[in-house]
């Protein structure tokens, strides 16, 4: 007989020895000769275009200024110069659908002229604007499919790069995907809306200590975690092909409890991809620095130096792309998904998010000169605020089927979003709160008491694994968002948060000055009224602790596990009123993209329930029968020769089979009616409720009676790759 899954395991043993990997032409030489090479940046631009219009896309990028018609004609043709010179052939505008991938369409340089004669072209309109085939991508009722029309247009805040795949080069503009209106339906133009949004609310708060002020960009540095199994053994798992995770699987005997795969050394397949990955990164100018071993066995992180936000998320969505064609390379997958297996850790992306200024300053950052501390205590302060005010929204934000099995199980970090910021900083708060009067003389002790605190940096960093939004020393970091999610969305939230509540603070700050209160003193009676009205949202604990759950009740956070109960606060008034008051989404927007979210949300349980139901049927089940058949057979033939007392173990093991197959028959019954009542239901948010609150239970018990089988029928019989198999064979 032969099983996919030893043919899968042969295919594997084969490829033990050295894998052949050749590298990219300037690896072995200094990473500053090739980085950025694929990049139309600053100095490319200065290179192939003529002054005036470099000089007008520089103004577009850092005042959003229309570049005009002859502009644009001026910037293609320098872009076309240049990739053409590197070997490109198409270009393709690059956009982030609410799919939370990336999506691209490609278009030749070539074009035949009216009279017929070939010529390659890339005009400045065709820079500009777009129109894919947007009929497939989700837009949650904004666009009707008979008048499918979806725009890409160019984001000249991005810079173009080349993509190179296989022998192709392609030069990919990044651009935002909207409606015919001019609507949102990406996950792009909403972060950059967010941006210019905080920039406006922010710098006249910057401005009161610092007049030079005049730009805040919000940064990014995120860290992505990442599975890696063999790409024969991955195919051999119909589950993970489909769905990205295994939805059968008996966790291996041993697993993570050794805890010695972090920081332990890396498997050579691993490093080679890893290598590889990083000079095709460094050449995208994506600047990955960091690469180790995470908690779980077969799970990585890569990290790059932090970036202003908007270059941050491009340059996720691109490594997320990458990855996954790199890997290819070396015969491997990898798996982006938020829980992979059972039994052992997810996979997260914590988002270090911080606010910079043109002059160079890290609001988040303490720093060492006292007379700054008042401008760290207000923006510190004003972040917690805004956690406090809009945690439900944040919440929404990083909900999707995925991360359910992360947030709200027991798993890091829980559901109820709460902030760590640390020893130090919670005992200054604490006696800032306690101040009577803001005078003059408690403004100087609230400074020097901020002068008086050890290196955060050094002293506060990942002391709490658990909470999932921290402060970690000179930024925040937000550890609930999911490994496959594109990071725009919770950063959209994040930057608007901000941006409203620093709004409201430099609002009351101005009521207090002109009744005449010192500017020093009315900023920080503002925020001593602040941390005692968020006081509830901070929590030094540890956060999957059953205590902390009901604490966190007593104090009025939400506890929202799945995700179609946290994305119902898209649909309050709190949620309007953020989203319009911020310029993020308008009303349309935001129910649209509340519409794909649970729509995108019972597409992928749908999916999982139909891959459990024909796995199990057309390859468990066979196994089962089979093994069942042989079992019973022995007993029949032992007692035939007198051998009665010689079946007690096969009874026992029949009757486990027995039992779990009574059990998988009646789970697909039950997973089946589930199903039918969903598709019946009358609307998404009705079917989302039955597939999470019918329909998964029922896979999860189909699931412990599959794990069980799998610990007693013959190996030679299972079908599918064991977990050992897949974290632990290199
Ligand atoms: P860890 O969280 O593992 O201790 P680091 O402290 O090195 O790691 O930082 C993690 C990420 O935070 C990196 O991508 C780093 O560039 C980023 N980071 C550092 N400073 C900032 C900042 N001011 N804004 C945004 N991200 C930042
Ligand atoms: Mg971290």
Same mark, same amino acid.
């Given at each position: 007989m032969s099983l996919s899954r030893f043919n899968a395991l042969q295919t594997m043993e084969n490829r033990m020895e050295p894998f052949p990997v050749e590298f990219a032409e300037g690896q072995a030489e200094n990473i500053a000769s090739y980085f950025g090479e694929n990049v139309f940046n600053d100095e490319a631009m200065k290179k192939h275009l003529p002054e005036a219009a470099y000089l007008s896309v520089k103004a577009a990028i850092q005042s959003g200024q229309k570049l005009t018609r002859e502009v644009a004609d001026e910037v293609a043709n320098g872009m076309k110069k240049w990739s053409e010179e590197k070997g490109c052939t198409h270009f393709a505008h690059w956009f982030q659908p609410l799919t939370g991938k990336t999506a691209e369409k490609h278009d030749s340089f070539f074009t035949l002229t009216h009279d017929g004669r070939v010529i390659e072209e890339f005009t400045g309109s065709a820079l500009v604007q777009q129109e894919p085939d947007g009929s497939s991508f989700p837009s949650g009722g904004m666009r009707s499919t008979f008048e499918a029309r979806g725009y890409t247009v160019w984001d000249p805040s991005s810079p173009a790069f080349i993509m190179e795949v296989a022998d192709g080069k392609t030069l990919c503009i990044p651009t935002i995907f909207v409606t015919y209106g001019g609507e949102a339906q990406d996950f792009k133009l909403p972060l950059l809306r967010s941006q210019s949004f905080l920039d406006k609310a922010a710098v006249p708060v910057a401005q009161m200590f610092d007049?030079?002020? !005049?730009k805040i960009t919000a940064t990014l540095g995120w860290e992505q975690e990442y599975f890696v199994v063999d790409d024969a053994l991955f195919n051999a798992r119909p589950d993970l092909a489909m769905t990205g995770r295994t939805l059968l699987g008996r966790p291996a005997?041993?697993?993570?409890?050794?805890?010695?795969?972090?920081?332990g050394s890396i498997p050579e397949r691993v490093y080679a991809f890893m290598r590889d990955l990083e000079t095709e990164s460094h050449k995208l100018g994506i600047p990955v620095r960091t690469r180790h071993n995470e908690v779980a066995p077969s799970q990585y992180e890569v990290a790059p130096v932090f970036e202003e936000i908007n270059v941050a998320v491009d340059h996720n969505q691109l490594l997320m792309d990458l990855m996954e064609r790199v890997a290819r390379r070396h015969k491997l997958r990898v798996l982006l998904h938020?829980?992979?297996?059972?039994g052992i850790n997810g996979s997260g992306k914590h988002n270090n998010w911080s606010m910079g200024t043109n002059?160079?300053? !890290?609001?988040?950052s303490p720093g060492k000169n006292p007379g700054t501390n008042l401008r760290f205590l207000t923006f510190f302060v004003n972040t917690i605020a805004s956690v406090h005010k809009y945690a439900d929204i944040l919440r929404a934000s990083i909900a999707h089927a995925g991360n359910d099995h992360r947030l709200g199980a027991n798993e890091a970090p829980p559901a109820i979003i709460s902030v760590f910021i640390g020893d130090a900083m919670t005992k200054l708060l604490d006696q800032i709160a306690k101040g009577k009067n803001a005078d003059g003389k408690e403004v100087k002790r609230a400074l020097d008491l901020i002068s008086k605190l050890p290196n955060l940096e050094l002293d506060?960093?990942?002391?709490?694994?658990?909470?999932?939004?921290?402060?970690t020393g000179n930024k925040f970091e937000i550890r609930a968002v999911g490994s496959s999610q594109n990071c725009a969305g919770p950063m959209a939230v994040m930057n608007a948060m901000m941006g409203l509540q620093l709004v409201e603070f430099k609002a009351e700050v101005d009521k207090l000055v002109a009744k005449k209160v010192n500017r020093e003193e009315a900023i920080l009676t503002v925020l001593k009224s602040l941390i005692r009205k968020s006081k509830a949202i901070c929590f030094e604990g540890n956060n999957y602790s059953d205590e902390w759950r009901e604490e966190a009740a007593k104090r009025g956070l939400n506890n929202f596990a799945t995700t179609p109960e946290a994305l119902d606060?898209?649909?309050s008034k709190l949620a309007q009123d953020f989203y319009s008051k911020s310029g993020v989404m308008n009303k349309v927007e935001l129910e649209a993209f509340h519409a794909v979210q649970l729509h995108g949300y019972c597409t992928k349980l749908s999916i999982e329930s139909k891959a459990l139901d024909e796995i199990v049927h057309s390859m468990v089940m066979p196994a089962v029968i089979r093994y069942q058949t042989e079992l019973a057979d022995n007993i029949d033939a032992m007692k035939e020769i007198g051998m009665d007392d010689a079946i007690g173990y096969q009874k026992d093991a029949l009757k486990r089979v027995v039992k779990n197959a009574n059990a998988i028959r009646e789970g697909l019954d039950k997973l089946q009616k589930a199903l039918d009542k969903a598709h019946e239901s009358e609307n998404v948010r009705a079917e989302a409720d039955i597939l999470c609150h019918k329909a998964k239970p029922q896979m999860e018990a189909i699931r412990e009676a599959v794990d069980d089988l799998e610990a007693i029928i013959d190996d030679q019989y299972w079908p599918l790759v064991k977990y050992r198999e897949l974290l632990f064979v290199r």
């Open positions: 007049a030079n002020v !005049n005997a041993k697993h993570q409890q050794l805890e010695d795969h972090y920081f938020e829980k992979p297996f059972a002059t160079g300053i !890290n609001l988040l506060n960093t990942d002391r709490n694994r658990t909470s999932p939004f921290a402060f606060v898209l649909g």
